[in-house]
């Protein structure tokens, strides 16, 4: 078993088989005579395996559509399709379920501070019934290894830098192997050194277990590492990043 293969492997969906597919997508916020349209027509399909940057102007609506994506809301008007399900009008139970099959990596890494590193990863694969009967323990500590924290998986989040806070949220996202990695300004917190180590690790390790990144960021030092770029700008999506895109597979 290798360091990263903690579990086995999901299967990887066909380039032919987007795993995340926007059609004519819309958004609201407010109700009646407050009610405004913060994404407009929105059409993006993501391939399996590929790793996708999102940037724009602040308030172009990224993060609004990077939550979408994630089922951290219900997508309201037109077509949201997150591995082969249209999440439009979804209900809790089918967006709970949907988030079991999603790692999320934000820029406040949000770690539970009276939890060790250790603690922090393995309470990821708490939540997966599948995972519940293999040694979660063993299985934390090779995780933080894989990220260069093997020797600080027993500290507090007090007691560790923010690359190092910002390590321990990459593992934990992606010790339950999900399908979809979502990232929201993963290196803003961070120096130019930690930001590009972070990005990197996450490269390498999603590109291991097959899965897919979103990383929606203002971070232009970074954006080497995308096979592909998308640019939204006032809610709408300005650029696709397929026409005359260099590094798409």
Not at 21 to 31: I, V
Not at 116 to 135: F, G, I, P, W, Y
Not at 148 to 172: C, F, H, T
């Amino acid at each position: 078993m290798t360091s990263t293969a903690v579990l086995p492997s999901p299967p990887i969906s066909t380039p032919s088989q987007p795993v995340i597919s926007a059609q004519n997508l819309n958004h609201y916020f407010g109700e009646n005579n407050l009610r405004k349209q913060v994404l407009f027509d929105i059409n993006l399909e993501i391939s399996a395996g590929e790793i996708v940057i999102m940037t724009g102007p602040s308030g172009s609506g990224k993060t609004t559509l990077l939550t979408l994506m994630g089922g951290l809301r219900s997508a309201q008007s037109g077509s949201l399709k997150i591995l082969h399900q249209d999440i439009c009008g979804a209900s809790k139970m089918q967006l709970t379920q949907l988030r079991q099959q999603i790692g999320y990596i934000f820029q406040a890494h949000n770690l539970m501070t009276f939890l060790t590193a250790k603690q922090n990863v393995r309470l990821s694969l708490e939540l997966h019934d599948h995972a519940l009967h293999q040694n979660l323990d063993a299985l934390a500590v090779e995780m933080l290894k894989t990220v260069g924290l093997g020797d600080r998986v027993d500290y507090y989040p007090e007691s560790l830098s923010g690359g190092q806070k910002q390590r321990v949220a990459i593992a934990r996202a992606l010790i339950s192997q999900p399908k979809i990695v979502l990232a929201d300004e993963p290196t803003a917190a961070l120096d130019k050194k930690s930001g590009r180590d972070v990005v990197e690790l996450m490269q390498k390790l999603a590109k291991e277990q097959g899965c897919t990144i979103l990383l929606v960021t203002h971070d232009n030092r970074i954006l080497d590492i995308a096979d592909r770029i998308v640019y939204m700008e006032d809610g709408r999506l300005v650029d696709d990043g397929v026409s005359g895109a260099s590094k798409v597979h």
